[in-house]
Structures are given as C-alpha cells and as structure tokens.
C-alpha cells in the first residue's frame, strides 16, 4: 500500500507540470536530432550529435509511436521516471521499513526530475545507474552472475545516452573489487591466509586502483582548485583508499582463484557493457563511419571544453554549511551508541530548519542550503570508509550490509562526476538520488539515536526541493530562488507546450514567418545554435550542424567556414535565413557571413534576439 501511494503521488506531481517549460536549445537539440534520426540519417556521420546518439533513437522511436511533437519527448521522460521511482521504492525496502522508503523515495524524486522537466540524456544516465544499482543488489543477495549481466546492460545503454555512462561502470567495477576481497575473506580458509607479501592478483589490482586514482586527479587538476579535488576526486581516493586496506589481508594468497573469481565478475558485467555499443556500431562499421563515431564521441566534446569556460565551485568557505550533517554522519559512524539526551537535540534541530525554510526565498538563505548539499558526496564517502574500517562496527553489520554500502557510496561518488566540468546546481539533481541513497544505506545502520536527526534532515530537503527547487526558474536554480514564469500553450503543430509567454509569442511569430516564404520540407539556415527552429518551423538544415560551437572549422578558418556556408546555401536553394543576435554557446556570425546574407537576402524583419531574412 505505501508503494501504491508513492506511485500514486509520484505519478500525479510529475504529470502536473510534464508540459510546462523549456529551454529552447536543449528541446530544440533533442527533437531535431531524432528527427534526423527518424529521416535515416546517423548521429556524427550526417550531422554533429552533442551526445553518444542512442537517445536520438529512443526519441526517433517516441516520434514514430506518438507523433512528431516536442511532448513525446516528455511522455517519454515521464514513463521512464515512474520506472525511476518505482525502482528507488524497491532499494529502499532492501534497507529499512517501506513507510521510511517511500519518504526516501520521494526525497529522490523532488531532488531530480521535477527540477527540469525536459528529456535531456544525463536524466537518462541517472535512471539507467539506478536500475543497474537494483540488478547489482540482486547479485549481492544471491550471487548469480546473470544479474551483472544485465548491471552491465544498463552501463552500455547509459553509454550509449551520454559518455559518462562511464561513470556508472567505474563505480561497479569498485564495487566488484570490494566484493572480491568480501567473498575471498569468506571462502578462504585458515591455511590459506594471506602472508602479508605482494603476489601477482595484489599487484595488478593496486595497479589498477593507482591508474584509476591518477585518472581521478588529473580530472580534478584540470581546473586546478582545492573545492575541484574535494568533489572531483577525494571520494574516489578514499575508497581506493579503502579497499587497499581492505585487500592488504590477503596478500600472498594463491592469486589464480582470485583472478578468477574477479575475471568472471567483470567479464560478465562487461559482457552486458560491450553488447549494447556493439550493435550500435554496426551501422557504423557497415558504412565505414566508424572514424566520424569515433570523433564525434571522443574529439568534439573537447571543442566544448576550449571554447567554454570550466565554471567554479562555489568557496571553499562554503563548507561551513555543511557542519550539522557532518557532525550526524562522524558522530554515527564512530559511536556505537548516542548519548540518551543527544536525541533530544533532533527536535531543536528541527525547529531550527522550519525557522531556515521561513527565509528559504532570500538569496543568501537560499544558496546556503544548496552549499550544505553539494558537498555530501565527499562527506558520505569518507564516513563510509571510517565505518566499514573500524571493526567493531564493521562487525555489528552482516556482509550483505556491508556490500549494500560500498557499492550505493561507490555508485554515488561515481554518478556525481556528471558535474564536470560544470558544476551548476541543476547537475548536482543529475546524481542527487544516488547521493540520497547513499547516505541513507550510512544513516539506516549507524546507531539508533542519530535517527531522529536523519529524519529532520529528511523533511527539510524534502520541504525545500517541493517549495522551492521544483518551482524555480531553471537558469537560476542554486544561485537564487525565482518563481517559474508563466506559461501560455504554443500553439504550434510540433509544439503541444506551455512556454514562457515571451517564447510562445515569439516562436509563433517566427515559424509564422518561415511558413509564408517557405514551404514543408525546404531547407532554411537557422543559426547560431537554433536547432528548435529547424525543428518547430517542420524544415530542413541544410548542414550537419546543430550547435555551431562543434563546427571544426568555427575558430581554426573563419573565411573558409563563410564560404562553406554560403555555397550550402547556394546548393540547397535556401531562401529563408534567421540569425541569432545572442547565442548560447557560440560567437555570433562573422562579419563578412552577415553582410553576405544581408546582400542575397534584402528582405529583413527584427524579433527579439533573432533576425529574419528572405528573398
């Protein structure tokens, strides 16, 4: 019954305000590209996808099923996080009673979708890292290798949506070390001990955990500041950390049982892994376009690395804010029991964050609470090494436990890296829900009298994220809380949305526009970075490009990159052209491109950032 009406709340909230918002860029960038897709064209042969191009295919097939419109891609999203949901629900009865899951479970949800309701791929990461969590709690409970099979699954797919897929890989293969080293220790036998000396297993796992941490630091060096290596990498180094001193027990063991017990482990995750990116490829290899995949996957991302700035963590000073959960998790972690009246404590602790929600509109009230998030992710991870080290704790947990918390801290610690190397609030919601599950799998086995005060923290952040998290401006989440403004439908064929007022209107009046001196199926020239109106207008680009920023000629030759796109323009007999005056990514068009178009277009119309022309 408490899962039904989880389902049941779940469902009604998202279902609310599913239609409601956008950011034209990134709706704009998903539905061309599926339709793209649709048209049988393939992502990085025929035009630059943003992302690995299996979420194109997904919304190619949402188009296909639902009909070409902007809201298919939200019934899509929609569908996948009720499955998000209803998974969440299932790991948290693995924990505790399902009257605490389902808080638990809705603490997920207002910390993620709700905040952006748009179909974008790391949405899609975080689902797919969830259920692959599920299939590995599984393989936990009964030690069946069918179940890494399919954790392994969802990491292809997940890399197949977005590269950082990578990510979820890199927290099971942590995991299935730690369990390596669990089921070693277990099936071991008193003769065969470990002698405390290096033999080969031992040397080619730390040699591995040190190639995996010098990855992690260069990751954090890149922007080359100490909130960097706090978030980046320091949780990571601590669960290598952890597992060399885990693992320093049976060093000198016989090494050829242990490689095969961990050769099987990863061979079948990897196996789940390699099957999904193989058949994606094979219209790749077929084509001989597996340089171009190679490329778009692996080299375009880097021109957004170059051309963008790498955006800052807020202050190391921030870390203040995250004092009263700090002092809960090493106080719980290090005390088999609580003091009787410390429980007291919980309820003027609760009272003092209602007083804090009171002034959780203000700015500075605000951004402190979002500052006493952002580090948890660092925090849980080395409280959880403090815990599993420590034996007298260690010891109060069955195995099964012990497993549950390695891999929901490895997971989390992982997933989180989705926030380089942009660190705006709305990609920490990107992992928040396996953050939140890892600090409750920490919180649930501490000592009882902590409870309390997890259970204030609970109702906090749930009040916080579905009063004002949820009903912020997008662009301005974790810098100050703005009401979202309103909305009026679109009014447009492709476009079953409600939209800012401001973009209705002008969106309207633009495709209005392109329809009078163009018709379906024409090509136009829409740039830079307007791949939507491609989209709404129901026309054709007549480039590969979708955000201009990737184009490979944008800063190495301008003249040649003008000369490219007025002979397209030439060749695809394109008679309609809008320029973006304010482009999100990219520099405006050259001087010499915009008088070239001015003189083959006479005609012009100025909207709001966008100008119209026409022969």
Request: glycine share 8%; net charge positive; charged share 15%.
């Given at each position: 019954?408490v ?10 909230f ?27 064209e393939?992502p990085?042969r ?26 298919s ?7 996948f ?16 009673s ?9 603490l ?9 309701f ?13 259920f ?15 179940w890494?099979?399919?954790a ?8 197949l949506?977005?590269s950082?897929?990578l ?11 730690y369990?390596?080293?669990t089921t ?9 001990s ?18 995996f ?11 080359a ?13 601590g ?5 060399v ?7 000198g063991?016989p ?7 961990l ?11 390699f099957?999904p ?9 077929l ?30 000073f921030t ?5 009263p ?9 290090t005390?088999?029991r609580?003091?009787g009246?410390?429980?007291?404590l919980?309820?003027l ?41 420590r034996?007298?704790i ?11 918390i390695f ?11 989705v ?23 920490v ?25 004002w998290?949820?009903r912020?401006f997008?662009?301005?989440?974790g810098?100050?809380f703005?009401?979202?403004?309103e ?5 447009l ?7 800012p007022?401001?973009?209705a209107l002008?969106y309207?009046?633009l ?25 709404l ?16 000629d ?10 490219r796109?007025l002979a397209t323009?030439?060749?695809k ?26 003189e ?16």
């Amino acid at each position: 019954m408490v899962g039904l009406l989880v389902m049941a709340l779940s469902t009604v909230f998202l279902a609310s305000q599913f239609d409601k918002g956008w950011i034209p860029h990134d709706d704009g960038t998903l539905a061309h590209s599926a339709e793209r897709v649709l048209r049988g064209e393939l992502p990085h042969r025929d035009f630059d996808s943003l992302y690995t191009g299996g979420l194109a295919y997904l919304h190619a097939l949402a188009f296909r099923v639902l009909g070409v419109d902007l809201l298919s891609l939200r019934w899509t999203l929609l569908l996948f996080s009720l499955g998000f949901v209803s998974t969440v629900y299932w790991i948290g009865l693995r924990m505790a009673s399902p009257v605490l899951s389902g808080a638990v479970t809705l603490l997920c949800l207002v910390w993620s979708v709700p905040s952006y309701f748009a179909s974008m791929p790391s949405w899609y990461n975080l689902f797919l890292a969830i259920f692959g969590i599920a299939f590995l709690l599984r393989h936990v409970e009964d030690g069946r290798k069918r179940w890494l099979v399919l954790a392994g699954l969802m990491a292809g797919f997940s890399c197949l949506v977005k590269s950082i897929g990578l990510y979820s890989v890199a927290g099971a293969l942590l995991f299935l070390v730690y369990q390596e080293q669990t089921t070693s220790c277990r099936k071991g036998s008193s003769s065969s001990s470990g002698s405390g000396k290096l033999d080969g297993y031992s040397v080619f796992v730390l040699g591995s955990l040190a190639l995996f941490s010098g990855t992690l630091v260069l990751l954090a060096l890149r922007n080359a500041g100490a909130m960097e290596f706090l978030h980046f990498a320091l949780p990571g180094l601590g669960l290598v950390g952890f597992l060399v001193w885990n693992g320093r027990s049976r060093w000198g063991t016989p090494a050829a049982r242990r490689f095969r017990s961990l050769f099987i482990s990863v061979g079948s995750y990897g196996l789940g892994v390699f099957l999904p990116l193989l058949v994606f490829s094979l219209p790749y290899i077929l084509s001989g376009s597996l340089t171009a995949l190679y490329e778009g996957i692996f080299e375009l991302p880097q021109r957004r690395f170059s051309d963008d700035m790498l955006h800052p963590l807020p202050s190391i000073f921030t870390l203040v804010t995250l004092t009263p959960l700090m002092i809960i998790l090493v106080a719980g972690a290090t005390l088999r029991r609580c003091w009787g009246p410390f429980r007291y404590l919980a309820i003027l602790l609760g009272l003092g964050f209602l007083g804090v929600l009171f002034f959780a509109s203000r700015d500075g009230v605000y951004r402190s609470i979002w500052h006493s998030v952002r580090p948890v992710v660092p925090l849980v991870s080395l409280v959880t090494c403090v815990m599993l080290a420590r034996r007298g704790i260690a010891d109060s947990l069955s195995e099964k436990m012990r497993s549950q918390i390695f891999l929901l801290v490895a997971m989390s610690s992982m997933v989180s890296l989705v926030q380089f190397p942009y660190p705006f609030a709305i990609y920490f919601c990107f992992a928040a829900p396996v953050v939140i599950l890892a600090v409750f799998s920490v919180a649930i086995h501490q000592a009882r009298g902590t409870r309390p005060f997890y259970l204030a923290f609970l109702i906090f952040y749930l009040l916080f994220a579905a009063g004002w998290l949820n009903r912020g401006f997008i662009r301005h989440i974790g810098a100050k809380f703005t009401a979202r403004p309103e909305v009026a439908e679109f009014e447009l064929d492709r476009a079953s949305l409600k939209v800012p007022e401001d973009d209705a209107l002008l969106y309207r009046d633009l495709c209005k526009l392109i329809s009078r001196h163009s018709r379906p199926g024409d090509y136009i020239y829409a740039a830079p970075d307007c791949p939507e109106l491609y989209f709404l207008s129901g026309r054709l680009n007549p480039t590969g490009t979708i955000l201009d920023v990737f184009d490979r000629d944008m800063a190495s030759d301008t003249e040649a990159r003008d000369r490219r796109i007025l002979a397209t323009l030439a060749e695809k007999n394109v008679n309609v052209v809008v320029l973006c005056r304010e482009p999100e990514f990219s520099r405006g068009v050259s001087e010499n491109l915009g008088a070239a178009i001015r003189e083959l277009y006479p005609h012009r119309i100025d909207f709001p950032y966008f100008s119209a022309f026409w022969r």
